[in-house]
């Protein structure tokens, strides 16, 4: 999916790692069905993202992952209504599995509408001068036939929104990681990489959404 091969290396590292933490966490909530489930969707979406960052990956199916990723996203908004705790949290992570499901949509999963070349109107001899009024009225149609009312537009729109928002993102982990909080080292040291998860997969996201463009 990503062309250029250093940027395609830079963005598997950031999910291979966002991956490795996952399952870190994974062995370190053991014991708590909510987080094990949790984390292992997030290591599942690394990994996926991972793939999807190559050729081959981004030639596999995507009909199924695009409605497992939806009832992952699913997932975190019954945590939502259950947990008010954390509802933030659970709020940004309901919003990435909605945008990897999407992502495997605009990628195939979906038969979603494209936008087309403007046609090119070509006269004949048996156009006559019918034909050539008519001309330029069709003209007029095809040129504004790709404007704010394409209904392709919209596919686009939805890619800049993802892209914008795990940007966003990006930047916000980078600012909680800069300046953590939390009284002890042990504590601390454990944000910390918590952090730095959560913000390679919003960079790598906001990457894979980029090149969508």
């Keep these: 999916m990503i062309q250029d091969v250093v940027l395609r290396w830079f963005v598997t590292l950031l999910f291979v790692f966002s991956a490795a933490v996952c399952l870190q966490a994974i062995i370190g909530h053991r014991h708590s069905t909510t987080g094990v489930i949790s984390h292992t969707l997030h290591g599942l979406m690394a990994v996926a993202m991972a793939v999807m ?8 199916p995507t009909r199924a992952p695009m409605i497992f990723f939806a009832l992952a996203a699913l997932w975190f908004a019954v945590i939502i209504v259950r947990n008010a705790e954390h509802r933030p949290a659970n709020g940004y992570h309901a919003f990435m599995m909605l ?3 999407w992502m495997y ?12 070349p ?17 001309h330029a009225g069709h003209g007029s149609h095809s040129a504004g036939g790709h404007g704010a009312g394409d209904p ?7 890619n800049w929104v993802c892209t914008v928002a795990f940007g966003l993102a990006a930047v916000y982990w980078l600012y909680r990681y800069i300046a953590p909080g939390g009284p002890g080292k042990e504590e601390r040291a454990g944000r910390n ?6 913000l390679a997969m919003a960079l790598g996201m906001a990457i894979m959404f980029a090149v969508m463009l």
């Design 53 to 60: 960052a190559w050729p081959r990956g981004a030639e596999l």
């Design 99 to 101: 945008a990897m499901a």
């Design 105 to 116: 949509a605009a990628m195939g999963g979906l038969p979603l509408p494209r936008s087309a």
């Design 118 to 134: 403007a046609a090119v109107p070509v006269m004949n001899d048996h156009a006559g001068h019918a034909g050539h009024a008519g």
């Design 152 to 158: 392709a537009a919209w596919v686009g729109v939805l």
């Design 193 to 198: 990489l918590g952090t730095l998860c959560q």
